[in-house]
């Protein structure tokens, strides 16, 4: 994948590389475990011994925020690449065997998912089945495989009758291998940028999973799920919401400013 990166495309690579190690590195540091209940520190404004307060179970809102923001960034992270990897391949296949049943059961599904409401969707599926972050990651991954599919395609289309791809049926490679060696390596970079650009949409959509209560389920901390808990309290203890929307918007707004390609 790094040879397909070049230029300002690379440092996003190496963005994204050094958000998904960060997750790994936070349960290493200094902190309060986010589990642990004190009854006697409930409600506790920021200070010296809480940075962000506590909640309303006496927890450490620094530890909750920062774990919370490990998770949010980790299956976002999970859900852009495993959506990628399934666009590019059914994108690929559909525009190889364009204008045949394949091609055109994939345009039937492609409009079907785009005529429904996207968060609707995610909350009618999710409602069925048992409310987890795994779940939440699925839901994610098969509605976002849909834009670089389509832009694989529209690619693949355009290079299928290329010369390099007519010299290597040429020399009697097979349909599959024409595909996956000299059609869609040429064609991953556009799905690939296109892809990233709504890396900050999947991060909003997977805390709101959690706002509803179909995303991280307590005790484990989760960003949506702590803004919405928060908001019982939001008059007495303003900082159960704001910190960790402040914290969700941070991040949303910094991934914008490196995704600049």
Known sequence: MISILKGNTIKIFYVFFFLFSLTFIIPF??????LDISLEQRFMA???HHFFGT?????????RTLFGAATTIKV????LFSSLVIGVVMGGIAGYLYQTWVDSLFNWVVSLIFSLPFLLVMVSFLSLMTPNIFNAYLILTCIMWVNPARIVRAEVIR???????TAFRAFGASEAHVLFYAVLPGCIKSALIFSLSYFPEIIGLEAGLSFLGLGVQPPDPGLGKMIFDGLN????SWWLSFIPAAFLGLIVLVVNRFLKI
């Open 46 to 48: 920021p200070d010296l």
């Open 159 to 165: 290079t299928r009758k290329l010369p390099h791809v």
């Open 76 to 79: 976002s992270i999970f859900a």
């Open 233 to 236: 309290y939001i008059y007495s």
């Open 29 to 34: 540091l200094p902190l309060q475990n986010p």
């Open 55 to 63: 909640d309303e179970l006496g927890r450490d809102l620094l530890s």
